[in-house]
């Protein structure tokens, strides 16, 4: 589990003892498929380390329609960034799509190693950025290509095919069940 989260931070501080980072993660959680690690007005003061698993996040809209926004696989960090970085309470659910297992960092551990240890805060940077990046990139697919272009897209990432119900799946690209249907259709 360790040796996982040391080559998720090597990725952004690859000079940099990794130690202390890796022990802060003191809180290991275990989440059955459905439940949830996180849902709207909880205090969202962590991140966490997926060992095992999948998450997805998401938001219901004002016709109570659940939206997914994210998906989060072994390897990844997730959390409600929004609220994270805020200091405000949880807006997203973060449910487990199947059995899984996380590394908790809580909020004021991690502050108090950027301070200790500044090598540490260029983790912060390079994930922001890479957070950053990546939310742009979804926002300009969802706004520029087609739904078909959009499940194209998702066939070339294989976790996403194998790991996630295609009900999940319509609602990441912005489309209904049925036009996803219709586009597997279409293409097969």
């Known amino acids: 589990m360790k040796k996982d989260l040391e080559l998720f931070l090597k990725k952004y501080i690859p000079l940099a003892d990794t130690s202390d980072f890796i022990n802060a993660f003191q809180i290991t959680k275990v989440l059955k498929k459905k439940d949830f690690l996180l849902q709207p007005d909880q205090n ?3 991140l966490a380390f997926i060992t095992k698993g999948t998450f997805r996040v998401f938001f219901y809209d004002n016709d109570a329609v659940d939206i997914t926004v994210w998906f989060s696989f072994k390897g990844m960090m997730v959390g409600d960034l ?3 970085y805020q200091g405000t309470k949880a807006r997203f659910y973060i449910e487990a799509v199947e059995d899984s297992e996380i590394l908790i960092i809580p909020k004021n551990s ?7 240890r500044p090598d ?3 983790f912060g940077r390079k994930y922001a950025e890479f957070v950053a990046i990546n939310v742009m990139e979804r926002m300009l697919s969802l706004q520029t290509k087609t739904a078909k272009e959009r499940y194209r897209e998702l066939l070339a990432r294989p976790e996403y095919m194998k790991k996630i119900p295609l009900k999940y799946l319509a609602s990441y690209i912005g489309i209904t069940d049925s036009s996803l249907s219709r586009i597997r259709k279409n293409l097969s």
């Open 82 to 84: 929004l609220a994270f």
């Open 110 to 116: 991690l502050e108090e190693l950027y301070l200790k």
């Open 44 to 46: 969202s003061n962590f």
């Open 120 to 122: 540490y805060r260029q």
